[in-house]
């Protein structure tokens, strides 16, 4: 399966500022997933991000929020813009390709004060 | 709204015994099943995957689907206390292989020694 690292892995931030999140996969993919999991719930999808593509965002996500990049197979960023306490979530990576099962980053743990 | 529904638990077992968690979803065109499990603090690791009908075993973990009655579950024989995570059942969300997943809230496992 690939291998997938996300930085930063955790980071405290002010209100109001931006942080982007990078995940890094060690083999090309199609289709590379941004997830929430806010504390004490499951995730929840906020998009998925194609190569040479704009991503594709879930109901409640706007990419004015959430700005999503995916410059090639290997790579994608997220950013958490114009941050509020209720951002305060794990961001998680993870990756598909064809039938194969997803596997996740280890997130990014996000606390906003 | 595609959905999947897991009893949040806890559900308790002691050592030695066989955990058993269970999983419906409402989306019929739903092809790939997975469990994750969830050490508190951690990211997502997937331990099992099933696409077809029937029981498919892995070491000490059964998962069973039932695509008919729209339920998979999950076994756990021979628990031990390092079983004790939330356990999250994930559907792939539109049928089509890669694509993202839906989770449910996940079920809490306590094994007591």
């Known amino acids: 399966s690939a291998v997938i690292s996300q930085k930063p892995s955790r980071d405290i931030c002010q209100r109001g500022t931006s942080l982007t999140i990078q995940c890094q996969v060690d083999?090309?993919?199609?289709?590379m997933f941004w997830y929430r999991q806010q504390p004490g719930q499951s995730l929840t999808l906020i998009a998925t991000a194609n190569q040479g593509s704009e991503a594709t965002y879930e109901s409640g996500f706007v990419i004015d929020k959430f700005p999503i990049s995916r410059p090639n197979l290997t790579f994608s960023t997220l950013t958490v813009s114009n941050m509020s306490p209720e951002d305060s979530s794990i961001y998680l990576c993870s990756v598909g390709q064809g039938s194969q099962p997803q596997h996740f980053g280890d997130g990014t743990r996000l606390s906003i004060l | 709204q595609k959905e999947v529904e897991q009893n949040s638990g806890p559900l308790s077992v002691p050592e030695g015994a066989i955990a058993s968690l269970n999983c419906t979803y409402s989306?019929?065109?739903?092809?790939?099943f997975f469990w994750y499990r969830q050490y508190s603090g951690k990211s997502p690791e997937l331990i099992m995957s099933i696409y077809s009908n029937g029981d498919k075993e892995d070491g000490r973990f059964t998962a069973q689907l039932n695509k008919a009655s729209q339920y998979v579950s999950l076994l756990i024989r021979d628990s031990q206390p390092s079983d004790s995570a939330t356990y999250l059942c994930a559907v792939n969300g539109d049928g089509q292989a890669g694509t993202a997943l839906i989770f449910g809230k996940g079920t809490t496992l306590s094994v007591s020694s």
């Open positions: 083999s090309q993919v199609t289709m």
């Open positions: 989306d019929r065109v739903s092809q790939s």
